[in-house]
């Protein structure tokens, strides 16, 4: 597994979530989050690429999800605030080794093991 996820935990409607992405153990031109809530389809998230030129939000979490690398650790972050129940998924990173930011799963060759996030209403 090169990455790996972190921060998941349940949080009240309104509420914010910090969570991290561990990318130490690979090298990625696009890192990206994607969510798989119970009974629906793993569906995007947010996105960058690696030098933080380009961002891509879906239009469900856009304005209150931010995802962002520090450089000092090689960690992705995605801020999440205003949180809903319908944010209430699994959480995944995704790593991409080329090509340009993406917004489908099928693009992404590497995964890290999900972190659940609740949000309650």
């Known amino acids: 597994v090169q990455l790996q996820a972190f921060g998941g935990g349940l949080v009240q409607a309104g509420g914010s979530l910090r969570l991290s992405c561990d990318t130490s153990?690979?090298?990625?031109?696009?890192v990206g989050w994607f969510r798989q809530a119970p009974g629906k389809e793993r569906e995007f998230v947010a996105s960058?690429?690696?030098?933080?030129?380009?961002?891509s939000y879906s239009e469900s979490v856009k304005g209150r999800f931010t995802i962002w690398r520090d450089n000092r650790d090689n960690t992705v972050y995605l801020q999440m605030i205003s949180l809903k129940p319908e944010d209430t998924a699994v959480y995944y990173c995704a790593g991409r080794r080329r090509g340009p930011i993406g917004t489908s799963d099928r693009e992404y060759e590497d995964w890290g093991q999900g972190t659940q996030v609740t949000v309650s209403s």
């Open positions: 153990r690979g090298i990625f031109a696009v």
């Open positions: 960058m690429d690696w030098r933080g030129s380009k961002r």
